[in-house]
């Protein structure tokens, strides 16, 4: 009976591995993925835009992307995480292990809901938290109820963020920039805080920045100046926790096709997003999510805080 056993053992396992084999070989056949390249279709939206009325949507799942188990029974609170570079990074932390609490705004709730579809379609759990990241009391509750779902927290990304492109500084009205300032930088200091609760040795938080920090962009100063913001506020709060083992890095994106660009600029605008990038496209949120998954991963980047890693599409001139 038991020699019985360990040949069927074998032969499953045998099967399993021509089965991976398969899968290799077809992603290798497969090749290289085509990405829309501009001109996109010319569109726009009322903000904060959905990214189910985005045409061609948007492209997170990642097809060529295989998880190895890195973030392993791991839980992480994405802000921003129903749409766009968010989604795109909830989907692969599941494919990875981990468990996901996905923060966003009420009106985005029906693409909260397909990220929690495709996060639950790699196998793991995704807690919806809808609210603002403007207000301190919110990121409070948002840390809260993810460690009462999951029992803990490991990873927090900072990626929600508010811009609006305007001609002159004068154009500029208080509350805009006191919305882009509290949502893109003080949503940032809050849920970190926050989190600092909850975060142990070897955890991490991972901040979205932008080229516009490096750059930045004559038509968006409020948010180029936030983003400058969140690169120094990366560095600082890396020396300040690197002797608690709790790595923060930052990743700091070119054009990506996502909401927050069809909700700001005119329709003619979009059509063009990201077509002066040497690759004459804006890259998709599944280009970008990998950064992320290396930035959480201590098997990736144990020995990394404090870095800036920025993804451009070919260009080499940043700051």
Not at 91 to 116: K, M
Not at 141 to 168: D, P, S
Request: net charge neutral.
């Amino acid at each position: 009976m038991a020699t019985k056993k360990k040949a069927a053992s074998k032969k499953a396992s045998k099967s399993s591995k021509k089965q991976a084999g398969k899968g290799r070989a077809q992603r290798r056949e497969i090749g290289t993925q085509k990405q829309p390249k501009a001109p996109m279709p010319a569109q726009h939206q009322e903000k904060p835009g959905l990214e189910s009325k985005v045409t061609p949507k948007p492209q997170y799942e990642a097809p060529l992307y295989q998880g190895s188990g890195k973030l392993a029974g791991k839980v992480a609170l994405i802000t921003g995480g129903d749409s766009g570079i968010g989604r795109a990074v909830a989907v692969l932390y599941a494919r990875e292990g981990a468990n996901v609490s996905v923060v966003y705004l009420p009106e985005e709730q029906e693409d909260a809901e397909e990220t929690q579809r495709a996060v639950e379609a790699e196998g793991r759990r995704a807690l919806l938290i809808p609210g603002d990241v403007k207000y301190a009391d919110f990121c409070r509750e948002a840390v809260e109820r993810t460690v009462e779902e999951f029992g803990k927290l490991n990873i927090l990304v900072n990626n929600a963020a508010f811009q609006q492109h305007q001609k002159q500084l004068e154009d500029i009205s208080e509350e805009q920039l006191d919305r882009t300032f509290r949502t893109n930088i003080y949503g940032y200091f809050y849920m970190a805080k926050a989190a600092l609760a909850y975060l142990k040795k070897g955890d991490a938080i991972v901040n979205c920045g932008s080229i516009t920090g490096l750059e930045g962009s004559k038509e968006l100063l409020d948010y180029s100046a936030t983003k400058g913001a969140i690169h120094a506020f990366t560095k600082s709060l890396a020396q300040n926790l690197v002797e608690r083992g709790i790595r923060v890095n930052c990743v700091a994106p070119g054009p990506v096709w996502t909401p927050l660009n069809v909700a700001d600029k005119e329709a003619k605008e979009v059509a063009e997003h990201g077509a002066d990038a040497p690759m004459k496209r804006p890259a998709q949120p599944e280009e970008i999510a990998p950064a992320f998954v290396f930035f959480a991963s201590e098997a990736d980047s144990s020995y990394i805080t404090g870095e800036v890693l920025a993804l451009l599409g070919g260009e080499t001139t940043a700051a």
